[in-house]
């Protein structure tokens, strides 16, 4: 039953629910099931069994099935016992201390070290929470003992603990691999150039900073610092079975030597393998690892039956096509159609966090980019960036709540966002950049894969 007025009413009460702190997963479920009632409502109850004689049941149970067939997704709780048995075994500890030590002649070595184990974990990991967390309770005090700015500080944490939305293996890109139904590998590669750009961009604006402004980040006053020789024995100890790990979990994904879930489960194992090598596994890390990886996958797939219920009845509605046909009326040149779809997506980061972006209102733009003659792959790349900024956008900033809940009275909130203006800044500038220059993220999967041909 088309019905568009009755489609904008549903998507309108989502945001308000969820603005109220339901959960997102249920209250998508819940809000496809009661509207999708009403959408197939054929009329006829004359017993109590008639009451389920509705295919919205039909349709959330063939969801639920398709979620749970889905090749692409077996590769998420992989990669999430990768990051979290590599976060509990210590790894990530010696890597920053290393990478400190070895860049401690630079300006802001602590702040640099610290985005570089940002990007290091979160290419690891993935998890932006477990990042920002895990670096607040290990960079944070680090810096505040060498006397650097509060809001400096805790700026340089949340926007490295972002950068696992955007560099692979990204659990992000899968989950939108799954939405646009594109090729994972395809999004790796378009991501890996972005991605490096990214955390250059915020390593050459820490530095900058720190040369105008010295007394943000004072060199720390190193006592019984190691020879050289230690240093980099050290580096080369903590950095290197991390780095080759990852980069074939990577490479063997890109080069087509493993599905993203067999490279996934090769990541899972050789996470154990480092863990038991650094001696720091223990059967109770195992236990939390397990436990938390079910706890994060049980999620996601919540959230997937929930959107592809919500997004199904959404569109027998109408809501698509009053939204395509709103977009025809005006009349947009291809550019203009970007920067619209963008700034809406920017302006949804404010209240919403980029699961939800990502499963409800990205697919009402993926139908119109055919119209607009948009390469997928390209505008996969602009959303990934531009979903960052869903973490760093106060009032809803995931990564400021992520820092303020380790550090507690440590530092205020509004600290926080004043720290992570400029990387929201750098963020956007990034954007700019890569639509000027596309093959940023296009040359790379290109040359791996061929010209891409819708």
Known sequence: MTNPEVAILMLCLFIVLVLLGFPIAF???????????????????????????????YLLNQNTYSVMENDT???????????????????VDRLFYSLYMAARNLPG????????????????SGIVGAVVTLMGLLAYPAMANAHYNKSFASGVICAGGTLGILIPPSIML?????????????????????GI???????VYVMI????????????????????????????????????????????????????????????LGGLVLAILYRSLTWRKVQESVFLTAKATAMVCWLFVGSWTFASVFSYLGGHDIIAEWFGHLDLEPWQFLVLAQLIIFLLGWPLEWSEILIIFVPIFLPLLDNYGINPYFFAMLVALNLQTSFLTPPMAMSAYYLKGVLKKQIELIEIFR????????????????????DIALWFPDYLFGEYVP
Request: charged share 10%.
């Open 209 to 268: 900073r720190v040369k105008i402004s010295p007394s943000i980040a004072p060199k720390p006053k190193l006592e019984d610092v190691p020879p050289p020789i230690e240093i980099y024995k050290d580096l080369l100890i903590s950095f290197v079975p991390l780095t080759v790990l990852i980069m074939l979990v990577l490479g063997s994904i890109l080069g087509g030597l493993a599905t993203p879930a067999e490279a996934a489960a090769m990541g899972a």
């Open 174 to 194: 899968i989950v939108y691999a799954a939405i646009a139904e594109l090729s994972p590998l395809r999004l790796y590669a378009a991501a890996v150039f972005p």
């Open 109 to 124: 070595s602590l702040a640099i070290a610290a985005l570089i184990t940002c990007a290091v974990f979160s290419t690891a």
């Open 419 to 438: 720290g992570i203006m400029p990387y929201l800044a750098i963020v956007i500038f990034a954007m700019v950049l890569m639509y000027q220059f596309p």
């Open 27 to 57: 209250t998508l479920l819940a809000m496809g099931v009661a509207f999708g009632y009403f959408a197939y409502y054929q009329g006829g109850i004359e017993t109590f069994a008639d009451l389920f004689n509705n295919n919205i049941f």
């Open 73 to 91: 997704l077996v590769a998420i709780p992989l990669f999430l016992f990768m990051g979290y048995v590599v976060e509990r075994a210590n790894i």
């Open 197 to 203: 750009m990214l955390a250059g961009m915020y390593i």
